[in-house]
Nanobody, 125 residues
Framework: VQLAESGGGLVQPGESLTLSCEAS????????VTWFRQSPGKEREFVSA????????YYADSVKGRFTVSRDSAKRTVYLQMNSLKPEDTAVYYC???????????????????WGQGTQVTVSS
């Protein structure tokens, strides 16, 4: 199983950025792919998730209305469109995947055993 994030970078507050998570080595159509993020000195936190089979999406309150998660099954890729970025969105963003996670556990790190290496997002003026 491999997950590869890309698309991070340095942007100014209010700008947008799109992250990609390309997946291989598992049945993408049966997977839940989830974005987490971790800022220096803080715990890794849930950001957003999408169930590949149904397209159902889930968001943390802190990003609801600003971030949009989507998938392209043909490319085995999940995207995180981030708009109206704030300095507090600065973090390393990770994607994780599971074919067995249930909805009630979707925001918990321990529910995932497949992780990418992360991509840095910095929001600063």
């Amino acid at each position: 199983v491999q997950l590869a994030e890309s698309g991070g970078g340095l942007v100014q507050p209010g700008e947008s950025l799109t992250l990609s998570c390309e997946a291989s080595g598992f049945t993408f159509s049966r997977a839940t792919v989830t974005w987490f993020r971790q800022s220096p000195g803080k715990e890794r936190e849930f950001v957003s998730a999408i169930r590949s089979s149904s397209g159902y999406t889930y968001y943390a309150d802190s990003v609801k209305g600003r971030f949009t998660v989507s998938r392209d099954s043909a490319k085995r890729t999940v995207y995180l469109q981030m708009n109206s970025l704030k300095p507090e969105d600065t973090a390393v963003y990770y994607c994780a995947a599971s074919t067995t996670v249930i909805v009630s556990s979707i925001s918990f790190q321990w529910a995932y055993n497949n992780w990418g290496q992360g991509t840095q997002v910095t929001v600063s003026s």
